[in-house]
T-cell receptor
Framework: AQKVTQAQTEISVVEKEDVTLDCVYE???????LFWYKQPPSGELVFLIR??????QNEISGRYSWNFQKSTSSFNFTITASQVVDSAVYFC??????????????FGQGTRLTINP | ETGVTQTPRHLVMGMTNKKSLKCEQHLGHNAMYWYKQSAKKPLELMFV???????ENNSVPSRFSPECPNSSHLFLHLHTLQPEDSALYLC?????????????FGPGTRLTVL
């Protein structure tokens, strides 16, 4: 069965610090997709990134970067020079195809990140 | 512009009431999803519709009844709910491209059952 573990329940840092959110996954599929979503207090899940299992290149988008390591089944997310607006709950997710055209997302329990001014 | 909208945003209902949650996607997607997010559990998939056909029913109690009249609209009909059904209900949509799809979520309906 698919499983996603986010061991850090809550993280609190001071603004401008770098912070890394950990994500470890389990799957028997050879082809799969990993995601990160951000959930601000408003409740909406905001898509941040999708990574497929064949692409282990790290990705950087502004202050955000992602480190995908298949050997350790990890897909970690780093925020550089954190800002108060980064405060949210962050979810890592793994996709499981149901049928052609639809997938099921298996979510981790989320990491609540608080950036203090 | 919001790609996926949900109404109402907040709902309080008694256990004997009947209500419906509505989701609309403006992204031209062909799959829609209902998820439940409660305080003590991770996000749980409830239902999946692909091309208006239900393809997944994740052991959800029959007091929740989904409806997908077309690829842009998804409803969740609620009746005789229990207090433990209080949660944030999130709708999402996706479009399969090259074997991968990204689900885009609405803002959710926060449901309280008294």
């Amino acid at each position: 069965a698919q499983k996603v573990t986010q061991a850090q329940t809550e993280i609190s840092v001071v603004e401008k610090e770098d912070v890394t959110l950990d994500c470890v996954y389990e799957t028997r599929d050879t082809t799969y997709y990993l995601f990160w979503y951000k959930q601000p207090p408003s409740g909406e899940l905001v898509f941040l990134i999708r990574r497929n299992s064949f692409d282990e290149q790290n990705e950087i988008s502004g202050r955000y970067s992602w480190n995908f390591q298949k050997s350790t089944s990890s897909f970690n997310f780093t925020i550089t020079a954190s800002q108060v607006v980064d405060s949210a709950v962050y979810f890592c997710a793994l996709s499981e195809r149901i049928i052609q055209g639809a997938q099921k997302l298996v979510f981790g329990q989320g990491t609540r990140l608080t950036i203090n001014p | 512009e919001t790609g996926v909208t949900q109404t109402p945003r907040h709902l309080v209902m008694g256990m004997t009431n009947k209500k419906s949650l509505k989701c609309e996607q403006h992204l031209g997607h062909n799959a829609m999803y209902w998820y439940k997010q409660s305080a003590k559990k991770p996000l749980e998939l409830m239902f999946v519709y692909s091309l208006e056909e239900r393809v997944e029913n994740n052991s959800v109690p029959s007091r929740f009844s989904p409806e997908c009249p077309n690829s842009s609209h998804l409803f969740l009909h609620l009746h005789t709910l229990q207090p433990e059904d209080s949660a944030l209900y999130l709708c999402a949509s996706s479009q399969d491209r090259d074997g991968a799809d990204t689900q885009y979520f609405g803002p959710g309906t926060r449901l309280t059952v008294l």
